[in-house]
């Protein structure tokens, strides 16, 4: 087995509800934290699992909300006490992953970090190790790197990223520059893209230098830069919770995406490495049916106690989280999610819904399920 | 209003689990003693209450199982001590109903019983009690009388009686001879009958003297006529527990159908008058889902808790026994139970499968749910 990085360190930021998987993903226990692909651990865990290797245990640190710190310490039990930043508030991805990478470069000047989501799915372990380690590479050469994962449809739920020419990195053989991000595309043309192979999904992971993310930020987001230096600057001293109370709600809430991947791709500045293995989002429970049954919608998948549910011709997904008896009979491609205080009953084509039901609870206010 | 009849006894036989509205619908608490209808009561209670203006308070017999003594007794506050006829084990409709009609005509000769289902629906008060006060003016002229629904839909999920001539008796003015019973038809068949308006849907319900009854019982079944006269002979004395344990589980376990009305109907002493109200025996969920959409498969019904349940662009049946959120989103024509142990989902075209899930969990031991 290949050793750890030396100078990398893991960076992944639990936050989000995700309230298109209601009532599975709660408020106090957000979709990172459930076993969402029948691996018998949490998706944060399994993320942490496959960044092991790339690491050890004592290079990942988690961005995470208050609620959430003694979840993620007992899910992780191995991480370092130091490693676990807590945002006193949700203030979106620049902020969270803005933060830890100025705390760690004060840390360690040198550090190349990379950002990886604690909720999503990805399986081909030494496909995703090769595609790090060809990112950290390039990251070394003083780009910012970003995985694309190479599709396996021509699907119109995530963004793409579109593949330039090939980058001479030694140790990243399959680096190209970013021409640049498109947005979620209709279904003609995700089909292009799909046909064209040079249209990558963009799965949100990036790899770079510390301090050239942190440049980039300044560069577009001066505000918001000055800020988290100041916290990162009083993070390990007793001024923590005194300087983060004072800046941290006033910081500007922007996605990553919009305030250093874009802007740097325009400058040539972003490469790319197409990562070969298969990656999920597990955005919604259509995703979650199709995960779950290996894109075999004509079975009856079961995530949780199997030995509850008593499918009778049926096909689908059903969610089973109590000590219930669940019997589907004559239902196709249904969708059942039954835990202790919520039912939910869908179909793959509604999944996106959800989050509508949510919203209509949130304004009942009935917050005890959500 | 009219008085109650004086000579007129009502029996409510109240056994038979219904699996087929399994999980509402269990072992220790069957089918009548469920509110099926929204109407606050269960259907015991809602037969009770229908038959109270024919009979009084003191003219209405239950035979049912020992372990719904209490509860039937808790539905029922008025019932008077000595009209809750125990079974000591199901012993089918002919036992059942022949044991009130000997144990009745011993307490009162001529009186005349009139036999209904404790679970089934039935609207349209006034058609009823006239549909039973014919009857009874039947019975006093020494017939055996059904009252056959008049069908509202080409239905192949009944029996039928065919009316045949006309019978002169004062009081009662709708009333035929039955020319026989048809079991349940294909849709062709049903087609022809609805049209016709001879076919009446054969609802169980019979009237008769209670010795005209056991006569016919005695001529077609004499062994069983000869223990029930012989277990009702003690049934007022201290010796009913030790004649009852040694011959009812002996007795022949025979629908009352096949061991009275229909030698009857042959003989030509069977009378029907049709009954122009609406009659559901709510036999499973497909019934009643229509039963509570009132005919209306278009919109999403909720028997139970009401305010639990959230449902989005969703047609069909929502039953809901815990205080769970329900959310239904972008489903049509689905049949939902929710109860505390158990969750049943299903469609109408599949309501009839239900029966087979409960004997999976019947093979399985599961009898914690049953």
Redesign the interface.
Known sequence: MAEPIEDFYAVIPAGGVGSRLW?LSRAEAPKFLHDLTGSGVSLLRNTWDRLLPLTGPNRIAVVTGKAHEHRVEDELPDIPEGNVFIESSPRESAAAIGLAAAILQRREPDVIIGSFAADHHISRQRAFEFAVRQSVALARAGYISTIGIAPSEPSVGFGYIQKGDEIDVEGAPMAAIVEQFVEKPDLDTARKYYADRNFLWNAGMFISRADVLLAELAANEPELHAGLLEIAEAWDTDRRAEVTDRIWPGLKKIAIDYAVAEPAAEKGRLAVVPGHFDWDDVGDFASLAKLISGGRPDRMSILGRNEMV?A??STGLVVSQT?????????QG?I?V?T????????S??AQ??K??VG??QSRG?DR?L
């Open positions: 009532p008593l009778d011709e000590n219930r008896v669940i019997a589907v009979v004559g239902v249904l059942v039954d202790e205080d919520a039912l939910l009953v869908t179909t084509e509604h819904r959800v509508s039901v209509t609870l009935d399920v």
